[in-house]
């Protein structure tokens, strides 16, 4: 993936002020624990909440975590005051969430000055091999509105 170059010399402390504004992310238990010029990662460590009927790690959270760190990989390349907002989203669930910690990346393929074009994975390490278990690949439409254009 090549290095992308943010607008905001601060992204770092602009993304982090983000992360503390989302009251989801800490109702989740979902923890952001790399923070790039145009990629994300975290993690979550599994619990009985996070289940859906069968055991496994819910679709949902599987989504919201998606959008977070595409989301957040977007805010990491705007000026400082521009907010973020999904517009499109996709996912393909690729296999049962089955683990004890989940992890987590996002990335933007593609900055504009209007949209910035993300996409985003959640695996597992199988604990007998050690092996990356694909759950889900994301991919989404990130608009971002100019701190001037807000009111």
């Known amino acids: 993936m090549p290095r992308m170059e943010s607008l905001n010399p601060n992204f770092k402390n602009y993304v982090q002020q983000r992360i503390a504004a989302n009251k989801f992310m800490p109702f989740l238990g979902f923890e952001i624990t790399d923070i790039e010029a145009g990629e994300i990662n975290g993690v979550l460590a599994f619990k009985e909440h996070h289940q859906q009927q069968n055991g496994y790690l819910h679709g949902g959270i599987t989504s919201a975590i998606l959008d977070m760190v595409e989301g957040f990989a977007?805010?990491?390349?705007?000026r400082e005051?521009?907010?973020?907002?999904?517009?499109?989203?996709?996912?393909?669930?690729l296999n049962?969430?089955?683990?004890?910690?989940?992890?987590?990346?996002?990335w933007v393929i593609k900055p504009g000055k209007r949209f910035h074009?993300?996409?985003?994975?959640?695996?597992y390490l199988d604990p007998q091999?050690?092996?990356?278990?694909?759950?889900?690949?994301?991919?989404?439409?990130?608009a971002v509105l100019p701190k001037e254009a807000i009111k």
């Open 74 to 78: 977007a805010y990491s390349l705007v």
């Open 81 to 93: 005051g521009d907010l973020v907002f999904t517009v499109e989203a996709k996912i393909s669930y």
């Open 96 to 106: 049962r969430g089955m683990g004890d910690v989940f992890f987590a990346k996002g």
């Open 117 to 123: 074009f993300c996409e985003g994975e959640i695996w």
């Open 129 to 142: 091999t050690n092996e990356k278990i694909l759950v889900a690949k994301g991919s989404a439409t990130m």
